[in-house]
């Protein structure tokens, strides 16, 4: 019954077309939930094989699933009590003082700039950057109860995990469940190794850059830090934005600095690019950079921040999609 409806559908070119009009407005009008749903499939992924591990280990299974989550959400916790109210003034004052310090860079290098019209954009871009985390979870996830949710929807993920995979399963002919499920399979372990990459290589690059900054006396080397392991999630350009402003600050101290902080922005992104990644991502991305940059720029042009951050994992799951198609 099911072969003959899609028979008809696609034999009537009229039917066939509204139908498609219709399937994207829909992806359109749901496209957060749906975003969410991809966030939460995400932590499932990367959580998943912690699970395994204890319930290798005779664990119970809800037990085994709600430890990692506790573990989770008490690090996110004690991060956010112990770390945001410093970093939050640290970078609103940062981002008021942008502005003076392009102009003196820009003195130093012999250019000439209207300070005037700086700060503006600084004050627009910037300033609701202190009204705390709650705004910036809004602006990224929706709002808290999003966040909430993709954590309860990637909990219920794996307590049904297997379940999920057989009713996925069953929405294709009976002769290819085996190779969706592998399929499946495939695209939880790159999306996992992906996001745990991802923690690992930002998580070294905002310590490495902490200390390096600090080392050097420069001014606001937290925010930079931070700054830069957040941008680690963007590949390719996500480094070369993060150093632009921690460059800024070190021009308006001295060009020697300046020299110093860029050559050190240089052989970290050397040593991540050449040592950390192909350890840490080798089985992860594997993507040219090229279809990263185009992928994140798309990404960011369709839906924003969100966008441009879940562009990689999204192209790295339709890769995997296309290679279990042959």
Same mark, same amino acid.
């Given at each position: 019954?099911?072969?003959?409806v899609?028979?008809?559908?696609?034999?009537?070119?009229?039917?066939?077309?509204?139908?498609?009009?219709?399937?994207?407005?829909?992806?359109?009008?749901?496209?957060?939930?749906l975003?969410?749903?991809?966030?939460?499939?995400?932590?499932?992924?990367?959580?998943?094989?912690?699970?395994?591990?204890?319930?290798?280990?005779?664990?119970?299974?809800?037990?085994?699933?709600?430890?990692?989550?506790?573990?989770?959400?008490?690090?996110?916790?004690?991060?956010?009590?112990?770390?945001?109210?410093?970093?939050?003034?640290?970078?609103?004052?940062?981002?008021?003082?942008? $502005?003076?310090?392009?102009?003196?860079?820009?003195?130093?290098?012999?250019?000439?700039?209207?300070?005037?019209?700086?700060? $503006?954009?600084?004050?627009?871009?910037?300033?609701?950057?202190?009204?705390?985390?709650?705004?910036i979870?809004?602006?990224?996830?929706?709002?808290?109860?999003?966040?909430?949710?993709?954590?309860?929807?990637?909990?219920y993920?794996?307590?049904?995990?297997?379940?999920?995979?057989?009713?996925?399963?069953?929405?294709?002919?009976?002769?290819?469940?085996?190779?969706?499920?592998?399929?499946?399979?495939?695209?939880?372990?790159?999306?996992?190794?992906?996001?745990?990459?991802?923690?690992?290589?930002?998580?070294?690059?905002?310590?490495?850059?902490?200390?390096?900054?600090?080392?050097?006396?420069?001014?606001?080397?937290? $925010?930079?830090?931070v700054?830069?392991?957040?941008?680690?999630?963007?590949?390719?350009?996500?480094?070369?934005?993060? @150093?632009?402003?921690?460059?800024?600050?070190?021009?308006?101290?001295?060009?020697?600095?300046?020299?110093?902080?860029t050559?050190?922005?240089?052989?970290?992104?050397?040593?991540?690019?050449?040592?950390?990644?192909?350890?840490?991502?080798?089985? @992860?991305?594997g993507?040219?950079?090229?279809?990263?940059?185009?992928?994140?720029?798309?990404?960011?042009?369709?839906?924003?921040?969100?966008?441009?951050?879940?562009?990689?994992?999204?192209?790295?799951?339709?890769?995997?999609?296309?290679?279990?198609?042959?």
């Amino acid at each position: 019954m099911r072969d003959k409806v899609v028979g008809y559908i696609l034999q009537n070119q009229v039917l066939a077309a509204i139908l498609v009009v219709a399937f994207a407005w829909l992806i359109i009008e749901i496209r957060e939930v749906l975003i969410a749903v991809f966030v939460s499939y995400i932590l499932m992924a990367a959580i998943a094989p912690y699970v395994e591990f204890l319930r290798r280990q005779k664990i119970p299974k809800p037990i085994a699933i709600l430890i990692p989550y506790i573990i989770t959400i008490a690090l996110i916790v004690l991060l956010i009590v112990s770390l945001l109210p410093f970093f939050i003034a640290q970078i609103g004052l940062l981002f008021a003082r942008l $502005p003076v310090y392009i102009i003196d860079s820009a003195n130093i290098l012999g250019l000439k700039l209207d300070g005037s019209s700086l700060a $503006p954009i600084a004050t627009a871009e910037f300033g609701n950057l202190s009204s705390g985390i709650f705004s910036i979870t809004g602006r990224v996830f929706g709002g808290v109860f999003a966040l909430i949710s993709i954590f309860v929807i990637s909990f219920y993920l794996l307590v049904y995990r297997e379940e999920v995979r057989e009713s996925f399963a069953t929405l294709f002919p009976e002769k290819d469940h085996a190779k969706v499920a592998s399929t499946l399979e495939k695209v939880e372990d790159k999306l996992g190794n992906w996001l745990r990459g991802q923690i690992i290589l930002s998580g070294f690059i905002g310590v490495v850059t902490w200390i390096f900054l600090t080392l050097y006396g420069l001014e606001f080397a937290l $925010p930079l830090a931070v700054l830069a392991g957040l941008l680690e999630i963007v590949p390719t350009i996500g480094p070369t934005i993060a @150093a632009i402003p921690a460059i800024i600050v070190a021009l308006t101290i001295s060009l020697p600095l300046a020299a110093l902080v860029t050559g050190s922005y240089i052989l970290l992104q050397f040593f991540e690019s050449h040592v950390l990644v192909p350890r840490v991502m080798q089985r @992860a991305v594997g993507l040219n950079p090229i279809i990263i940059i185009i992928g994140i720029i798309t990404g960011g042009k369709l839906l924003g921040p969100v966008g441009a951050l879940l562009a990689v994992p999204f192209l790295s799951l339709l890769v995997v999609i296309y290679k279990n198609l042959e």
